[in-house]
C-alpha cells in the first residue's frame, strides 16, 4: 500500500512538467496557426511593447515613479506630469519630462519581435497596419511603413506652437540637455518658427484641448481605408502590451474583433492577458512570447 502511494507521487511529480509543457505548447501552437493562416495583420501596441527594449511603461504611479525618482520625492503623477500646463507656468520642467522621454526614444534600439513580427508579414505576403498609443517613433525606427502607422496620441517626434494659431507640426529634431536632479531642461527650449514662443510635443496628454491632432487623423483614415480593402480576407490582430488604465488599443483591437468575421485578436501581455474565445492570449513578455511562436511558426 505504502509502495504505491509514494509511487503514485513520483508519477504525479514527474508529470505536471510535462502537462504544463504542453499546455504551452498548445498555446504557441495556437498562436502559431492564428499567424500562419494571416492574410492581413494589425498590430496594436501600448507600452508593453517596448518594454523589452528596455522602455519603462508607466503602470501606475509606482511604475512611473520607479522610472523617474524625482517625481516621486514631488509626489507628482504620471498624469500631473504630462500636461499641457505646464508649458504656459514652467516650461522648462515641462521640457524636462518630455525631453528626457525624447531623447530616451531615440537612443533605444526596438528588440528583436518588432522584425520578427515584418518577417511573418512578409512570409504570408500581406498587407499590414500598426495602430498604437505610444509616443515613442519605436515602429518607424524598426522599419515599418509610416504610411501605416496610427499614432492614436501623436508622436513626440513631432512639434507644434503652445501659444499662437500656427496650425503646422515640424520634425523634433532638437537637442536637450537636461538637469537630472531637477529633471529641468536647459536653455534653449523649442521654439515656434513663427511666434518664437515655447513649442509642445505633438502628442496627446492630460487635460489637452490644444493637442493638434490632424496628423494623426490622417493615419485613422489611411487605417480606415485598410480595414475596408482587408474585410473579407482573415485578420491577425496582434495586441501587445496595451494596459487596463488608458484602454484605446484594447478597445481598438475588441472593435476589430467584434466588426469582422474573420478577425482573430492574439493578445500577449504578463499582467492582463484575459480574454475571451474565439480570440486567444499568451500571458508573458513580447520579445518571449514573440520568439516562441516564431520558433512553432518553423
Ligand atoms: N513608450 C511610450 O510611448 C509610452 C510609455 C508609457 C506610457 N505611454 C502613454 O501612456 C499611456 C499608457 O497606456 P498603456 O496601456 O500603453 O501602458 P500601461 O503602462 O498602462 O500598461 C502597460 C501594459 O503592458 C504590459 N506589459 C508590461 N511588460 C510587458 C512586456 N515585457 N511585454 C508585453 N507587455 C508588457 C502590462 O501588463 C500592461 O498591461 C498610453 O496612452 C501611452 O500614450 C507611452
Ligand atoms: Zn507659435
Not at 505504502?2 to 512538467?17: F, G, N, T
Not at 528583436?112 to 505576403?125: A, C, D, P, Q
Not at 507644434?160 to 537637442?175: A, F
Not at 487623423?217 to 482587408?230: G, I, K
Amino acid at each position: 500500500m505504502q509502495y504505491d502511494l509514494s509511487s503514485r507521487i513520483v508519477v504525479i511529480r514527474l508529470s505536471l512538467p510535462t502537462l504544463l509543457k504542453s499546455w504551452e505548447s498548445r498555446m504557441y501552437e495556437h498562436a502559431a496557426s492564428i499567424i500562419r493562416e494571416a492574410e492581413a495583420f494589425v498590430i496594436t501596441a501600448g507600452a508593453g511593447m517596448g518594454v523589452d527594449s528596455g522602455l519603462p511603461d508607466f503602470r501606475g504611479d509606482l511604475g512611473f515613479w520607479k522610472a523617474y525618482p524625482v517625481y516621486a520625492r514631488r509626489e507628482l503623477s504620471f498624469a500631473e506630469c504630462a500636461t499641457p500646463e505646464y508649458f504656459t507656468i514652467d516650461p522648462h520642467f515641462a521640457w524636462g519630462f518630455f525631453g528626457h522621454c525624447t531623447s530616451l526614444y531615440r537612443e533605444t534600439i526596438p528588440h528583436h519581435g518588432f522584425h520578427l513580427i515584418k518577417k511573418w508579414i512578409k512570409r504570408n505576403g500581406a498587407d499590414y497596419f500598426v495602430v498604437t498609443s505610444n509616443v515613442d517613433g519605436q515602429f518607424q525606427k524598426a522599419e515599418y511603413d509610416e504610411e501605416r502607422i496610427h499614432e492614436v496620441h501623436g508622436s513626440l517626434q513631432w512639434l507644434q506652437c503652445h501659444s499662437c494659431s500656427n496650425e503646422n507640426i515640424w520634425y523634433n529634431d532638437e537637442v536637450f540637455r537636461i538637469d537630472e536632479a531637477t529633471m529641468r531642461a536647459f536653455d534653449p527650449l523649442p521654439r515656434c518658427k513663427k511666434c518664437g514662443e515655447v513649442s509642445r510635443p505633438n502628442a496627446l496628454m492630460f487635460g489637452d484641448c490644444w493637442w493638434r491632432d490632424r496628423r494623426s487623423r490622417h493615419q485613422e483614415y489611411a487605417f480606415d481605408r485598410f480595414l475596408q480593402l482587408n474585410s473579407a480576407r482573415r485578420i491577425a490582430v496582434i495586441e501587445i502590451g496595451a494596459g487596463k488604465v488608458i484602454p484605446t488599443i484594447r478597445a481598438t483591437s475588441s472593435n476589430i474583433g467584434k466588426n469582422f468575421d474573420l478577425a482573430t485578436i492574439l493578445r500577449i501581455n504578463p499582467r492582463d492577458p484575459e480574454i475571451s474565445s474565439p480570440h486567444h492570449s499568451i500571458p508573458c513578455g513580447a520579445l518571449e512570447a514573440l520568439q516562441h511562436i516564431d520558433a512553432f511558426l518553423g
